[in-house]
C-alpha cells in the first residue's frame, strides 16, 4: 500500500512495464535482495614493482570519471597518466607510450549526440588519431578498458578493435529514464586479465546512465559472442539467475549484458 502510490506515478512518468516489474518485486517477501558471492580476495597492500606499466586515464570533454579511474589503477600498481583526447590529437601525447588505456565515465559532449558518439567520431573522422587507436588496439602486449561512457564510445569504434565485430551500440534505457541504482553483476568464465581469478563471483555494482541497453544490428551478433566467450559480465536477480526484469536489468539489455571482450580478452568494456 505504502509503495502503490510512487508505482502509479512511476506509471505515467516511466515506461510502464518497467514500472509494473519492479512493483512485483516489491511484493516479493521472498526476495532476498543484494546477496554478494565474492571469491576472490584483494591483496593489502599491492606488490608495487619497481617497474610500473603505464596507464592512460584517456578522457574528453565532459567526461567526469578520471580521477578515481587514475587512483583505482594507482593503488593496483599502474603508472597512471592524465591525458585527454586533446593531448593525443595535438601530438602532446602518443598511445605507443603506453601499455595500457583505460576510457572514463561521464558525458562526453553532454551525449548531445547519443552516448559516446561525439567522442567516437572524434577519433574516427581525424585519420591519424584513428590510425594510432587501431595500432594500439592490434597490439598483443596493451590492455584496454572502457567503462561507462568510455564503453559506449568503444562500442562505436568496433571496426578498430579486433573481434569486436559482433558488439553492439548502446541505446536508451528500456525504462526511458536514467539509472543510478545498485544492481548485481556476475563474472563469466571468460578469459581476460581484467578479471583473472573474479570468474564466478556476483557482485553490488553501482550504475548511472541513461543508454545503457545494448542493441544489436542482427540477432546472430549475440549468439556469436555467447559462442567466442565474449560475454564477460551479465546482471543477475537476488536469485542470481540473468535479470531480464527491471530493476534487477536496469536498461533492458538482452540477456542482462553488462560487460564485453574482445581482442583475446585484452580489451574489455
Given amino acids: 500500500y505504502w509503495s502503490e502510490t510512487s508505482f502509479r506515478i512511476q506509471s505515467l512518468r516511466d515506461n510502464p512495464k518497467n514500472a509494473q516489474e ?6 516479493d517477501e521472498d526476495d532476498p535482495g543484494i546477496n554478494p558471492i565474492i571469491n ?4 593489502s597492500p599491492v606488490n608495487i614493482k619497481k617497474t610500473k606499466a603505464k596507464i592512460a586515464i584517456l578522457r574528453e570533454q565532459g567526461i567526469n570519471g578520471h580521477t578515481e579511474m587514475a587512483a583505482a589503477f594507482y593503488y593496483a600498481g599502474f603508472e597512471p597518466y592524465d591525458v585527454h ?13 603506453f601499455q595500457a588505456l583505460a576510457a572514463c565515465g561521464g558525458f562526453s559532449f553532454g551525449d548531445v549526440l547519443g552516448a559516446g558518439q561525439g567522442w567516437a567520431k572524434s577519433i574516427l573522422f581525424n585519420p591519424k588519431t584513428r590510425d594510432q587507436f587501431e595500432e594500439f588496439f592490434h597490439r598483443d602486449d596493451t590492455l584496454t578498458l572502457g567503462v561507462c561512457n568510455g564503453c559506449q564510445m568503444m562500442a ?8 569486436a565485430e559482433h558488439w553492439p551500440r548502446f541505446v536508451r ?3 526511458e529514464q536514467f539509472e543510478g541504482r545498485t544492481v548485481m553483476v556476475k563474472i563469466n568464465a571468460v578469459q581476460t586479465p581484467w578479471l583473472e581469478g573474479m570468474q564466478g563471483s556476483v557482485m553490488p555494482v553501482a550504475i548511472a546512465h541513461g543508454e545503457g541497453r545494448a542493441e544489436f544490428s542482427q540477432e546472430a551478433d549475440l549468439q556469436d559472442l555467447k559462442k567466442n566467450r565474449q560475454l564477460a559480465i551479465q546482471y543477475v536477480n537476488a536469485k542470481h539467475e540473468i535479470a531480464n526484469l527491471y530493476p534487477d536489468n536496469p536498461n533492458g539489455a538482452v540477456q542482462g549484458l553488462a560487460g564485453l571482450t574482445a581482442a583475446q580478452g585484452r580489451v574489455l568494456i
Fill in 22 to 27: 519492479e512493483f512485483n518485486v516489491i511484493a
Fill in 40 to 43: 576472490f580476495d584483494i591483496p
Fill in 85 to 97: 583526447m586533446s593531448d593525443i590529437v595535438c601530438g602532446k601525447s602518443s598511445l605507443t607510450e
Fill in 156 to 163: 562505436q569504434m568496433q571496426d578498430l578493435i579486433p573481434e
Fill in 173 to 175: 534505457n528500456r525504462s
